[in-house]
């Protein structure tokens, strides 16, 4: 059964930190490029940064600088490390595993940023 379990979401002021989790199961992860993507509601889910089975990576314009992406292999986990957060970062982030057949999605993470 796959599973992506997303963690580390929460409340975070301005300026502040959070980092996100996404454990995976049930299938060969160093296979997959792995992502991040949010949504805010009344809005289509975008993507946020993508790291592919090789270990490269890319972000959208309006994170670079401030997030880093990153995988362990190992663990089957993907991380989203977000620095100098902004009220408009804040969505339901969700984690996508992407192979050559198969597609899968976690069940999302809320990411507030307030003050």
């Known amino acids: 059964q796959v599973q992506l379990?997303?963690?580390?979401?929460?409340?975070?002021?301005p300026g502040g930190s959070l980092t996100l989790s996404c454990a995976a199961s049930g299938f060969t992860?160093?296979?997959?490029?792995?992502?991040?993507?949010?949504?805010?509601?009344?809005?289509?889910?975008?993507?946020v940064a993508r790291t592919t089975s090789s270990g490269d990576t890319n972000?959208?314009?309006?994170?670079?600088?401030?997030?880093t992406i990153?995988?362990?292999?190992v663990k089957s986990t993907v991380y989203l490390?977000?620095?100098s957060?902004?009220?408009e970062d804040t969505a339901v982030y969700?984690?996508?595993?992407?192979?050559?057949?198969?597609?899968y999605w976690g069940q999302g993470t809320q990411v507030t940023?307030?003050?």
């Open 81 to 83: 490390q977000m620095n």
């Open 29 to 47: 992860f160093r296979w997959y490029g792995m992502s991040w993507y949010r949504q805010t509601p009344g809005q289509e889910r975008e993507l």
């Open 70 to 73: 990153s995988r362990d292999n």
């Open 94 to 103: 969700y984690c996508n595993a992407r192979g050559n057949r198969n597609e």
């Open 5 to 13: 379990v997303e963690s580390g979401g929460g409340l975070a002021q």
């Open 85 to 87: 957060l902004k009220p």
């Open 59 to 67: 972000y959208a314009d309006s994170v670079k600088g401030r997030f």
């Open 113 to 115: 940023v307030s003050s």
